[in-house]
Nanobody
Framework: QAQLVESGGGLVQPGGSLRLSCAASGSIFSFYTMGWFRQAPGKQRELVARIFNGGRTKYADSVKGRFTISRDSAKNTLYLRMNSLRRKSTAVYYC??????????WGRGAQVTVSS
């Protein structure tokens, strides 16, 4: 399994922005897909955004137009730019990667709190 380390979480006011980063231990092109999930207190973990090796992206309806997933192959890093954050965006955000053998790796998560 790959090692994934998230960073960039924190406290932000409603309407604000944050950028999460996920540093991978190896080349991100060794993964078929990488994604961001989130889990709010008392709720199930849900997909926020995903990017496939060919560059195709997929977003949850609740974040379309506000969140952007991207990657930097030179830095082996996945990003999630989050704009117009809402209180219900508060959650632990997890980075996920799936390799071509179907093995899934997870990061430990980054807390994002949206509050005034």
């Amino acid at each position: 399994q790959a090692q994934l380390v998230e960073s960039g979480g924190g406290l932000v006011q409603p309407g604000g922005s944050l950028r999460l980063s996920c540093a991978a231990s190896g080349s991100i092109f060794s993964f078929y897909t990488m994604g961001w999930f989130r889990q709010a207190p008392g709720k199930q973990r849900e997909l926020v955004a995903r990017i496939f090796n060919g560059g195709r992206t997929k977003y949850a309806d609740s974040v379309k137009g506000r969140f952007t997933i991207s990657r930097d192959s030179a830095k082996n890093t996945l990003y999630l730019r989050m704009n117009s954050l809402r209180r219900k965006s508060t959650a632990v955000y997890y980075c996920e990667a799936v390799d071509y053998s179907g093995v899934t790796s997870w990061g430990r998560g980054a807390q994002v709190t949206v509050s005034s």
